[in-house]
């Protein structure tokens, strides 16, 4: 690898040749896994907020969590007490894990409203 640049423009735009050539969404969660895994990601979603009562999995785009902590998620309907779910809906600004886990979570009273 010795002389060779990282072009990461030309890095991402194979990636995307690569992503639309697949057809099956196993295969586009395993190699969008495999790209994130490069940058230190081992589990990520790609999804839209449900509506209040509404359940994530409902309108998740891609999975890449474990599937039995997925699981675990789903059927313990975990964001209500997630804090980056609830980060999720007060804000549509990006920000890191560890952030949203330091932010205040709505009391009990506060999340039945």
């Not at 804090?83 to 949203?100: L, N, T, Y």
Request: hydrophobic share 40%.
């Amino acid at each position: 690898m010795g002389d060779e640049i990282f072009d990461s423009g030309h890095a991402a735009f194979d990636f995307i040749d690569e992503i639309e050539g697949l057809t099956d969404q196993h295969a586009v969660i395993a190699r969008m896994g495999r790209e994130f895994a490069k940058f230190g990601f081992s589990a990520w979603v790609i999804t839209g907020l449900p509506m209040p009562g509404g359940r994530l999995e409902e309108v998740m785009l891609l999975n890449g969590w474990d599937p039995s902590w997925s699981s675990h998620y789903f059927k313990n309907n975990l964001i209500k007490d997630d804090p980056v779910g609830a980060h999720c809906f007060r804000s549509i600004g990006p920000f890191e894990w560890k952030d949203a886990a330091m932010m205040p979570r709505p009391g009990r009273a506060q999340r039945k409203s």
